[in-house]
């Protein structure tokens, strides 16, 4: 039996949705702020060498610096020429960055930070990046481990275990004694990351009707985006890493009530033969709904439960690569994944000097989010081809029309680069939804996951990029651009998916192809009935 065609008799969107997805967004503000957060709890602040005073000036054989800054600190410049040896020294023959009286830091705009409670700076700045990594890297592990263990224990379990890990190791991160210890802590927390995200938005999408579907990403967006705002108020109250890193993962620990409210998907529970398990959930949607079951569709639910079937075959991720247009489908969604979300951190790396005061940055940042969001509300309600590929398309299409732009109209580089930003915000929106509908349910997690995956490789990817200026300093925006456009003319390889019916097996996506091929027919199980039931339910269903 069609999963979509029951949403339709017991109501795509009624309030049993409408509650689920109160539970899908509300954890998605924390996201927001574990992913984020690292801007204020990583900062460097201004900072100096005690043994220097602010005016002291080095020797004038190594060419260094002091650097202007806030409230009249000089910055000592970590960059100088080589000697013959190959090492960087001041005058005193220590090197740069070996700071023998310690360091001293600006407190105007933090109290306290990673960067100077354990020193990352000049030599030992790239912990600080390599923290950053290691925490991606979290997110791209916890997209594999999480995206294969959903698809075979449910959405539902992995979520409340990944709520768990986010609030246990996010409160422990906050005490840890060292920085070794902390990157651990943020690994763990960057894993619990993927399965929350993943599995919040699978759940969403698979209890949702076709002509809804587009909320699943879309309404969980607004939160995020809701959270990146908030972030910036928050670390504005509170300006110590430590305090800060606790106060926005305690509250993870009122999530516990969800082992009793968070509810599984019958999608997925159908699909995986547990078929009375199912039933049970489905008629509390209904009754929530205000649609209980028809007789007809619980003749339905006894004959799937007393009559033979087939046993299924378990399913993996090499099923999304096995049969042709499963393969190719998967390949093209792995690629948008990963282009959005190299050139989305990409540019916001680029843009995100204006000068201004950091916490306003951050707020702006989250601001103009928001109407990238808000206008794929109005383009998925007819098409998500044509979206992908049209944000996809002004994306880098902007992108690559920056490096045209002399350098003396920086105000018109800066608005290209976020008319880039815009597009690549809403095609990633797009990319959520639109894999969701792509990938079936047997192996729609795994599809998801390894989706994530390759996207958080193009998270990691993203600083490095900028290491391509030493080759042509529009070397940046030229990948920003054709990046996006290339997945923009793969897109037109993909199925419109608005408003259809969600794909269950591998079958549905190969059609009559794969039917032909190992001589399989796919049975249609009391059709007859089930438009009996829509008529008796005044929904049509065919």
């Keep these: 039996m069609n999963f979509d065609e029951i949403l339709c008799l017991i109501g795509g969107f009624g309030k049993f949705q409408r509650i ?64 013959r040896s190959g090492a960087v020294a001041l005058g005193d023959g220590h090197p740069v960055g070996t700071c023998q009286g310690g360091w001293e830091y600006s407190t105007e705009t933090f109290q306290s930070t990673t960067v100077t409670e354990w020193d990352l700076v000049c030599d030992s700045a790239s912990l600080n990046n390599m923290a950053s990594s290691i925490y991606m890297f979290g997110l791209l592990v916890g997209a594999v481990v999480f995206g294969s263990l959903a698809d075979k224990y449910g959405r539902r379990i992995i979520i409340l275990i990944s709520l768990a890990i986010q609030a246990v190791f996010g409160v422990a991160a906050a005490f840890a004694p060292n920085f070794y210890v902390y990157t651990a802590l943020r690994f763990m927390v960057g894993t619990s990351i993927s399965g929350v995200i993943m599995n919040a938005f699978v759940l969403g999408t698979e209890w949702t009707g076709s002509k809804q579907r587009m909320l699943a990403g879309i309404i969980t967006d ?47 529970l159908m699909a995986n033969d547990k078929t009375e398990e199912a039933w049970e959930v489905v008629r509390k949607a209904a009754q929530m709904n205000g649609k209980p079951l028809t007789k007809d569709l619980e003749m339905c639910q006894v004959y799937n439960l007393e009559g033979k079937r ?69 383009t998925l309600n007819r098409t998500r081809k044509i979206s992908q590929l049209a944000f996809l398309a002004v994306g880098g299409t902007a992108c690559l029309l920056t490096i045209f732009i002399p350098s003396n109209l920086s105000i018109l580089k800066t608005v290209l680069a976020m008319i880039g930003k815009f597009g690549i915000t809403a095609s990633l929106s797009i990319i959520y939804v639109y894999s969701a509908e792509v990938f079936p349910t047997v192996v729609r997690q795994n599809g998801i996951g390894i989706g994530s995956m390759c996207a958080r490789t193009g998270g990691v990817l993203a600083p490095m990029m900028y290491l391509l200026k030493s080759i042509s300093p529009q070397a940046p925006m030229v990948l920003c651009g054709l990046c996006p456009l290339l997945g923009s003319a793969l897109t037109l390889l993909l199925p419109e998916t608005a408003n259809k019916p969600l794909p269950d097996t591998i079958e549905d996506v190969e059609g009559s192809d794969l039917s032909e091929e190992d001589g399989s027919v796919k049975p249609v199980i009391f059709e007859t009935s089930l438009r009996t039931a829509g008529a008796v339910g005044g929904t049509r269903t065919d």
């Design 310 to 378: 087939e046993v299924k075959r378990k399913h993996s991720f090499i099923d999304l690569v096995r049969t042709p247009k499963m393969r190719k489908q998967s390949l093209i969604v792995f690629y948008l994944w990963f282009a959005n979300v190299l050139v989305y951190y990409g540019l916001s790396l680029n843009i995100s000097d204006f000068g201004m005061n950091i916490y306003l940055t951050q707020m702006i940042f989250g601001l103009v989010e928001m109407p990238a969001r808000t206008i794929t509300l109005f």
């Design 222 to 268: 607004y939160f995020f985006g809701l959270g990146y705002i908030l972030l910036a108020g928050v670390a504005y109250l509170i300006r110590d890493w430590r305090k800060l890193q606790l106060a926005i993962s305690a509250p993870g620990f009122l999530f516990i009530f969800y082992i009793w409210v968070l509810p599984k998907s019958a999608r997925w």
């Design 20 to 83: 689920l997805y109160v539970w899908i967004c509300l954890p998605q503000i924390f996201l927001a702020f574990h992913m984020l957060v690292s801007i204020f709890t990583g900062a460097v602040p201004p900072h100096l060498c005690r043994s220097m005073s602010a005016g002291a000036t080095a020797s004038s054989n190594f060419n260094l610096s002091l650097q202007s800054a806030p409230d009249g600190w000089s910055e000592l410049s970590c960059v100088a020429p080589f000697n």
